[in-house]
């Protein structure tokens, strides 16, 4: 029993290390989101999510890769979006892809024939997804599973680097979720968040491809230190608040 339970265990470490922010970076989004959401949006995310707060379910389509039944969404959580190209359905996973999903689920909590169980995980859903969309190696290059073969040490610890991205240069701040949102939250105004909901969702993934040179830049013996994380955590903290910005403005949109 506990040799089975020591491996469940382990296992769920390296699936929430493998996909998405980690749990800071995710509830960051869904906190920022929350600081700029209309009164009538709060009331019917609450009224969906009763006493759970955006930031407190921005991790639950990472808990339930646990459940053998969900299978089916752990593709997801990434596409692929080869240099020079846009959003390309015909080389994605049969199963979907992040952006292919998030439009659904967009359509179908604006058609508002979900039941309320429905409502509540498709919004989990929402939350998750704008996200990963915003977390650059999820939209992947086709050739590495968004880093994750790509194997680097950072602080002599051997990784990826995608847990470098999802969570590692963000943990290494050693701040709470709700003090990372406060921080970056005193740094959006009304300009900003136009630019960012203005942006229609295919510029999220040219975004994303156009930061590739920036974290593919890696030194030849593959050791990241201080000047690694130095030079990439200012485009983490843009990427949270875009990610947070836009997931109000769509749910501002579908609630409002």
């Known amino acids: 029993m506990r040799k089975s339970f020591l491996t469940a265990f382990i296992f769920g470490l390296v699936v929430l290390n493998t996909y998405g922010w980690g749990l800071t970076g995710h509830r960051v989004v869904g906190e920022i989101a929350s600081f700029h959401l209309s009164k009538k949006t709060a009331k019917s995310i609450q009224d969906i999510l009763g006493p759970e707060s955006l930031a407190m379910v921005a991790n639950w389509m990472d808990e339930i890769k646990s459940d053998p039944s969900y299978n089916k969404l752990n593709s997801w959580h990434y596409l692929t979006v080869k240099t020079g190209q846009g959003y390309d359905p015909s080389i994605q996973e049969k ?113 994303a491809v156009d930061l590739r040179p920036i974290i593919y830049d890696l030194p030849d013996n593959s050791r990241l230190f201080y000047s690694y994380g130095y030079k990439t955590y200012p485009i983490i903290e843009e990427r949270l608040m875009a990610g947070g910005i836009r997931l109000a403005g769509i749910l501002n949109e579908i609630f409002s």
């Open 95 to 207: 199963s979907g892809d992040a952006f292919g999903k998030t439009k659904m689920i967009i359509a179908a909590l604006k058609n508002g024939e979900l039941d309320l169980e429905e409502k509540k995980a498709y919004l989990k859903m929402l939350v998750h997804l704008v996200g990963d969309l915003h977390q650059p190696l999820h939209v992947g290059t086709g050739k590495d599973r968004g880093g994750n073969d790509e194997k680097v040490t950072y602080f002599n610890e051997n990784t990826n680097l995608h847990t470098v991205w999802d969570s590692k240069i963000i943990d290494g701040k050693n701040l709470s979720y709700t003090e990372l949102a406060q921080h970056l939250n005193r740094r959006i105004n009304k300009n900003l968040i136009n630019q960012y909901q203005n942006a229609p969702m295919d510029r999220w993934l040219k975004e």
